[in-house]
């Protein structure tokens, strides 16, 4: 698979890690930074990786922050970008099987890269449920046409 990859300062180094993990595997991982531990704003960094998907470049993305959280709630001002943030295997699976997620957020200072290793096996092997749950996210995409 493409996969984007985009972190502030508080997720560079899990972002570091999960990129040699994901080569391994024998993924495509489009690196957007940042490049150091350095203090950056995290929505610069959201609009880089999700740039990628909304380009067709990357099949979905990975966003790093301290919390995952910042990183997310800008991603999601984004339209066309549904990003979850997963601090479990299980809300993983369930942001694909549910949301349809094309972007995942995880915590470089909540948690360890084990887990964000597994929760981006997880996502990545769930497949998407459709049916209700397609119905939910065209009305999320209808709420996105209504802010425009
Ligand atoms: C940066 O210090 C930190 O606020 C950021 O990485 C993130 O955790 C925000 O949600």
Known sequence: MNIAIAADHGGYSLKQELIPYLEGKGHNVIDCGTDSEESVDYPDFAEKGCGKYLGGEADFVILCCGTGVGI?????????????????VQVARLVKQHNNAN????????????????????????????GRHQRRIDKITELEQRQK
């Open 72 to 88: 997310s709630i800008a991603a999601n001002k984004i339209n066309g970008i549904r990003c979850g943030v997963c601090n479990s």
């Open 103 to 130: 972007a995942i957020a995880l915590g470089g200072r909540t948690t360890t890269p084990e887990l964000a290793k597994e929760i981006v096996d997880a996502y990545m092997s769930a497949e998407f449920m459709g």
